[in-house]
């Protein structure tokens, strides 16, 4: 057994330690730089767990904490793809937060048809999940997005919703706008120490959708803080678009209002497409990249954001370029996160280093 903090590393990337990484850097600035990571690849490949142990000081597990895996049957949990992850935090002393109670997505059929028998069966598996997975992870996980978006995209989004202010998912149908309540409730019960995060997306940057879910979101926010609905932090995602305006005055007034209300704000799942007339140039694509990762985050650091993830490190693997809804038309890979496909670093990673460091 390892002792926390000692990795084995292949020869072959010995070299790559000589500068610090991202979250050391970090840490002596008092920010937390992470990132969200795949079990099935710390095991599967040597570069990616090399990568996770020198960049980054926290994990979030890209897909092993949602509904679908955690409890593909009623009643059948099935903890081991989370498990690889713990463990691996526990030899590499790195904390892990968790991702994501509830969500619209990720749902097996059993629970999409349990939410539409009606409120008292919905509550009553709401709860079993939310226990069951609080308890387990209990002694090392300290912070869950307990709600992940739960605000419906307004008019002008890239997915606008038909009406309302809330996402309309089996949740809301099943139990109303008081599942979101629900949830924080069933959440501080299980773990009354737990930092309890609602996570959401699509209000960073400077058009007119992102200013109307702001409202949105800020509306819900200060409605369950001033009902004393348990709640402790606000994530904002971070899925960066290039073609889509960034105004740095924007993003800190934002920051400073939900702080205003005792809450943390954390950057949860950064990471940047790329889209418009993209130069064929790398260098050129990168440089516009970094750009943008320094704006944004440099803003974030600055408004007092102590926490920072981005989705995923490499290029290699990264949901900018295996979904077909976010890929390129011409079939580029998007180069929006620090590492490049070959682990390399990018001005990328220049860019998260002095924002992260205030440099």
């Not at 610090?20 to 850097?25: K, N, V």
């Not at 619209?104 to 059929?109: A, S």
């Not at 009902?227 to 971070?238: C, I």
């Not at 209002?257 to 799942?269: D, H, M, P, S, Y």
Request: net charge negative; hydrophobic share 45%.
């Amino acid at each position: 057994m390892l002792a926390p903090g000692a990795l084995a590393l292949p020869a072959g990337a010995l070299a790559q330690q000589a500068q610090p990484g991202l979250g050391e850097l970090a840490r002596a600035s008092g920010v937390t730089f992470g990132a969200a990571v795949q079990g099935g690849l710390l095991r599967q490949d040597a570069d990616y767990a090399v990568a996770f142990a020198r960049e980054a000081a926290i994990v979030v597990p890209e897909y092993e904490g949602k509904w679908g895996t955690l409890q593909p049957q009623e009643g059948r949990f099935n903890s081991a793809a989370l498990d690889t992850i713990l463990a691996w935090g526990r030899r590499a002393g790195r904390p892990v937060r968790g991702h994501a109670l509830i969500w619209h997505q990720d749902m097996p059929d059993w629970t999409r048809q349990a939410l539409a028998e009606g409120p008292d069966r919905a509550g009553a598996v709401m709860a079993a999940h939310i226990g069951t997975i609080l308890e387990h992870t209990q002694p090392q996980i300290r912070d869950w997005d307990v709600v992940n978006e739960v605000v419906a995209d307004p008019p002008g989004s890239d997915t606008p919703q038909a009406s309302g202010e809330l996402r309309d998912t089996p949740w809301l149908r099943a139990l109303g706008p008081s599942y979101i309540e629900t949830a924080l409730k069933l959440a501080r019960e299980a773990d009354p120490t737990l930092r309890l995060t609602l996570n959401e997306y699509g209000i960073e940057e400077d058009t007119p959708a992102a200013a109307e879910k702001r409202r949105r979101l800020l509306a819900l926010v200060r409605d369950l803080v001033g009902r004393k609905v348990p709640l402790d932090a606000v994530g904002l995602q971070a899925h960066l678009q290039l073609v889509k305006p960034f105004n740095p005055a924007v993003l800190s007034g934002f920051i400073k209002e939900l702080q205003a209300l005792g809450l943390a704000v954390l950057i949860t799942e950064m990471d940047i497409r790329e889209g418009g007339e993209v130069p064929q140039d790398i260098a050129a694509r990168d440089a516009l990249v970094a750009e943008r990762a320094y704006a944004f985050v440099s803003t974030a650091v600055g408004a007092g954001v102590r926490t920072v993830l981005t989705w995923g490190l490499s290029d290699k693997y990264s949901w900018l370029a295996t979904d077909p809804d976010v890929a390129m038309p011409d079939k580029r890979p998007h180069r929006g996160l620090p590492l490049d496909a070959e682990w390399k670093r990018k001005p990328m990673w220049d860019a998260l280093a002095r924002a992260l460091t205030g440099r």
